[in-house]
């Protein structure tokens, strides 16, 4: 399988399963294309169909066999391949807070609650997740735990014993864990930063981008815009941590109030973050908010101009990241991520304030969704094993879709909730997605081929 587009006035072909990228021309990328649907036929279609020579035709279906031949083009399907082994855990979402110090209006917790109450963690649930963790985890070495809410912070004395917990059980049991935390700034303060620049592997930072965008839907519970109040303390976690070469995102939210949110982006790049996140809104397709069909064309113009913008920063030495269009085509995730994705309720699992097991942190406080409780040890393995199987593979949406491999298959939690079933994707999200990888793999061939260029200029001429 092939996937043929056009990106900056650029023809792309990216070869699905072995994951190459050619930069072509029109007449290679309508040749590409007629070969795969008419095979033998493609040299009568393309005489029919284009104002090519016979000459021409000939020299690029030759090339096309030459690719083909060295596995980098109509590469066969891949066998499926499950991730980890069965039943071992690597990552879990400790929910320390269910409640938070804004209310925001898109908030998919409740504002915190996850439907139930307001409720902290306590250190001894923290600690039994911890050592479930470790139980769970086999042979693995590397354990990644995330502490989130609501908004952690309000149960920073719990986070900090958590931490110095999980650093006696590396010594104990051989375990190295990589801890993170999810905060909206508001409570972020120089012991904060101390701590977290000591400890937490990445540190991701909630901001929606302009102020104005910002606080009208980002708000304290007094109903008052909260970027005044968050934005010093943000850049001077995020500058810290920048000046360290130490992990961190500013992650935002855009709505269907900011369609226009590539200027929301270049807010936060002129603002000096250098690890910026924008993700789409994910609400019912009623919520005012919610990002509609009408709005892709619109959305992925955004997307366009992002790539742009990258582009000519980064030649300028402007340099900053965007998440959603990090991509290696060269030294990327193995077949079995690229298949299971995020491994949401087999690899990965979330706790909530109470000792209860979920999927991960969107299924946290539905009943059905339940996978038992770190207090008590009981864990569903047939639920871990649906979860499991739930890969590209077994998707018929995706395994007819050129950027399985990328997206592998999506959010489950997106897609119960919004087409009541972990094996349907939800398809507004997968408009996005693939938008976002043809903009990811155009910027990425596109300083690729810059860096060979200069390098071929740095080396000069060949010497007789």
């Known amino acids: 399988m092939t996937h043929i587009f056009k ?18 021309d029109e007449l290679a990328a309508n040749a590409i294309n007629a070969v795969e649907k008419f095979g033998k036929n493609a040299r009568d279609m393309l005489a029919v169909a ?27 399907e891949q066998p499926e391949v499950l991730a980890g082994e069965s039943g071992e855990i690597k990552a879990m979402c400790l929910h320390v807070a269910h409640d938070c110090n804004l209310r925001c209006s898109y908030c998919f ?42 908004e952690p912070l309000m149960n920073f004395g719990v986070v900090k014993e958590l931490v110095a917990y999980g650093r006696k059980l590396e010594q104990e049991h051989n375990k190295l864990f990589r801890f993170t935390l999810t905060t909206n700034g508001v409570a972020v303060d120089d012991e904060f930063i101390e701590f977290a620049n000591k400890e937490l592997y990445n540190v991701v930072i ?40 130490l992990d961190y995102y500013v992650r935002g939210t855009f709505t269907r109030n900011n ?39 619109q959305v992925f113009k955004e997307y366009d101009r992002l790539v742009g913008m990258l582009y000519s920063r980064r030649k300028t030495g402007q340099w900053f ?17 690229r298949m299971t994705g995020c491994g949401a309720g087999s690899e990965y699992c979330a706790v909530s304030p109470q000792g ?39 998707k018929p949406a995706c395994r007819e879709c050129w950027a399985k491999y990328y997206c592998s298959g999506g959010c489950a939690a997106n897609a119960q909730n ?19 990888l043809e903009c990811a793999i155009a910027l990425y061939a596109l300083e690729r081929q810059d860096r060979e260029e200069e390098a071929a200029a740095a080396s000069g001429p060949a010497h007789s």
């Open 109 to 150: 917790a409740e504002t915190g609650e996850y439907h139930g109450g307001r409720a902290l963690m306590s250190p001894e649930v923290g600690k039994a997740a911890l050592d479930f963790l470790v139980a769970h985890s086999g042979k693995r070495k590397h354990l990644e735990v995330d502490f989130f809410g609501g």
């Open 259 to 297: 369609l226009d949110f590539s200027k929301d982006v270049e807010f936060l790049a002129n603002e000096g973050f250098e690890q910026i996140s924008l993700e789409p809104v994910v609400l019912e397709p009623g919520d005012p908010l919610s990002i509609r069909v009408e709005d892709l064309t």
């Open 7 to 24: 990106q900056n006035e650029m023809y792309f072909v990216l070869d699905v399963e072995s994951g190459a990228v050619h930069m072509v």
């Open 321 to 337: 990241n965007f998440f959603h269009f990090m991509l290696d085509l060269e030294n990327g995730p193995c077949l079995a991520k």
């Open 356 to 394: 209860d097991i979920y999927p991960c942190h969107q299924f946290v406080g539905k009943p059905e969704w339940k996978m038992g409780s770190v207090i008590t040890g009981e864990y569903d393995r047939a639920m871990q094993k649906c979860f499991r199987e739930c890969t590209v593979a077994s």
């Open 50 to 76: 284009f104002d090519y020579s016979d000459e021409e035709i000939g020299e690029i279906l030759a090339e096309i066999e030459e690719l083909r031949a060295r596995g980098e083009l109509f590469t066969p």
């Open 418 to 436: 919004l087409n009541g079933d972990i094996h349907k994707p939800y398809e507004l999200a997968c408009a996005m997605e693939k938008k976002r």
């Open 206 to 245: 909630s901001i929606d981008g302009r102020k104005e965008v910002h606080d009208k839907l980002r708000v304290t519970p007094n109903g008052k815009g909260s970027f005044d109040l968050i934005f010093p303390k943000v850049k001077k976690l995020a500058f810290a941590r920048q000046e360290r070469g």
